[in-house]
């Protein structure tokens, strides 16, 4: 028997043993075209391909989440008739890490011990990875320019194939599960603008503007004078474009400029970050906080929007690295580190802010997701003309692996609102009643 013949049958056999244990109605087929049902319920709308031997061979030397997004990049697996978050979701994915956590390794490579050979090719999806060395602190030379710059310099029209038409890269809020992307992104930015009290006059910041949805919103609905800064500068050009068609150059400003450079005391009557903190890192949370105190006004509102992750029962163990920070941070989001709410909550005492709202929009971000997959599905074959299929393969499965977190609460996002804290009144309305009209 030769050596394809018994990777074939290898693969085969360990398939259809792990199939009755998993309760999923997907079918795979393998690299000859045959098709295994992994259920008699099986159907084949949604089919996980295995198109070479070499993705058993490199999952066999590196089983990790990393390895999955690799081949999966260099199309060595597939998934044909739907998203990857559509067959994510056709199977239980807490079931199979069972599955997998019992099963003999001694077995697992005995079974596949055919696909123990060398490479049949390189690997080229190490190129698509950030590799460069990250420090942890803007002291140590922490270079954020840079790691803002490989998430969000990728293109501007790469961007605009997945978000609404404001190029809002952020949790919407959804007044129903049926509301458009559009519509969520639209209600999202009235509420941070509520949220804040916005009204004319009042002097605005925008921490890590982005396409500048939020500044050109609150100019033009609530009269605000608006800045914001981005490190990115495909986000720079593109917002000083909207800017000037917009005819807004006397109500917004955006500069090109690290947020912590941003010189001045009580500059600013309301500052919104929103879903830029992920990017600071945990060491640099102090500066962040000190920053906005500096920079904004007594009483001054501050509403921080950001993705979080649960709380370990040991909080000393937190900061170990999960599998699913590690492939993330190696392909999408170089630097990125998520805390937890109790920490922002207890961040934002320590620097004398009072807080005021605590909202979770966990459900909120799933749909966002949810939206941005389709989108960037559909819209495929256009994001391979711009980016190429490796990297827009990598982004599907980004999508897929966060909208799945969110679903699951493994990962939540919250919008607080928090002011400058002062002996006093804070001058908040006694309800939040005008937020919901």
């Known amino acids: 028997m030769d050596r394809y013949t018994k990777q074939l049958e290898a693969i085969s056999s360990l398939i259809l043993s792990?199939?009755?244990?998993?309760?999923?109605?997907?079918?795979?087929?393998?690299?000859?075209?045959?098709?295994?049902?992994?259920?008699?319920?099986?159907?084949?709308?949604?089919?996980?391909?295995?198109?070479?031997?070499?993705?058993?061979?490199?999952?066999?030397?590196?089983?990790?989440?990393?390895?999955?997004?690799?081949?999966?990049?260099?199309?060595?697996?597939?998934?044909?008739?739907?998203?990857?978050?559509?067959a994510i979701r056709r199977w239980d994915h807490i079931g199979m890490l069972s599955v997998a956590r019992s099963m003999s390794k001694l077995k697992i490579l005995k079974t596949l011990w055919p696909f123990i050979f060398k490479a049949e090719k390189n690997s080229d999806a190490h190129n698509l990875g950030y590799d460069k060395i990250i420090a942890n602190k803007i002291s140590e030379g922490r270079n954020d320019k840079d790691l803002i710059q490989f998430h969000y310099d990728v293109s501007n029209r790469f961007f605009s194939l997945f978000l609404d038409p404001e190029m809002v890269y952020s949790s919407g809020y959804f007044k129903t599960p049926q509301s458009s992307l559009e519509e969520a992104q639209i209600a999202k930015l009235d509420m941070i603008c509520k949220r804040l009290r916005l009204q004319k006059g009042d002097r605005f910041f925008d921490v890590g503007c982005g396409w500048g949805g939020l500044v050109c919103h609150a100019a033009q609905h609530y009269g605000v004078q608006a800045y914001g800064v981005t490190l990115s500068e495909a986000q720079y050009n593109y917002v000083q474009a909207k800017i000037k068609r917009l005819g807004l150059e006397e109500k917004v400003t955006v500069e090109l400029r690290d947020y912590r450079s941003v010189d001045g005391?009580?500059?600013?009557?309301?500052?919104?970050?929103?879903?830029?903190?992920e990017h600071v890192g945990l060491d640099n949370h102090d500066k962040?906080?000190?920053?906005?105190?500096?920079?904004?006004?007594?009483?001054?509102?501050?509403?921080?929007?950001?993705?979080?992750?649960?709380?370990?029962?040991?909080?000393?163990?937190?900061?170990?690295?999960?599998?699913?920070?590690?492939?993330?941070?190696k392909f999408i989001f170089p630097g990125g580190e998520l805390d937890y709410i109790g920490l922002t909550?207890?961040?934002?005492?320590?620097?004398?802010?009072?807080?005021?709202?605590?909202?979770?929009?966990?459900?909120?971000?799933?749909?966002?997701?949810?939206?941005?997959?389709?989108?960037?599905w559909d819209s495929r074959e256009s994001a391979r003309e711009e980016i190429g299929w490796p990297k827009t393969r990598?982004?599907?499965?980004?999508?897929?692996?966060?909208?799945?977190?969110?679903?699951?609460?493994?990962?939540?996002?919250?919008?607080?609102?928090?002011?400058?804290?002062?002996?006093?009144?804070?001058?908040?309305?006694?309800?939040?009643?005008?937020?919901?009209?």
Not at 19 to 36: C, F, M, Q, T, Y
Not at 265 to 277: H, L, P
Not at 302 to 316: G, V
Request: proline content about 3%.
């Open 18 to 86: 792990i199939a009755p244990k998993i309760d999923s109605d997907l079918s795979v087929r393998l690299w000859n075209g045959e098709i295994i049902a992994l259920s008699q319920n099986s159907k084949q709308d949604i089919v996980f391909c295995i198109n070479s031997p070499e993705a058993i061979r490199r999952l066999i030397f590196a089983p990790k989440l990393t390895t999955v997004f690799e081949i999966y990049a260099e199309n060595l697996i597939d998934i044909e008739g739907g998203t990857p978050l559509a």
């Open 265 to 277: 005391s009580e500059r600013f009557d309301k500052i919104a970050q929103i879903e830029m903190f």
């Open 288 to 329: 962040h906080f000190e920053q906005m105190y500096k920079l904004l006004r007594s009483r001054g509102l501050y509403l921080h929007q950001a993705s979080t992750r649960m709380a370990t029962r040991d909080i000393k163990n937190f900061r170990k690295k999960t599998a699913y920070q590690d492939v993330i941070t």
């Open 345 to 376: 909550l207890t961040n934002l005492e320590r620097h004398r802010f009072e807080v005021h709202d605590v909202e979770s929009w966990r459900e909120h971000f799933q749909l966002t997701l949810e939206n941005w997959t389709q989108r960037l």
């Open 394 to 437: 990598l982004w599907l499965l980004y999508f897929a692996l966060f909208a799945v977190a969110f679903e699951r609460n493994t990962v939540s996002v919250f919008q607080t609102l928090a002011s400058k804290r002062r002996t006093g009144p804070s001058h908040l309305p006694l309800t939040r009643e005008d937020l919901y009209i």
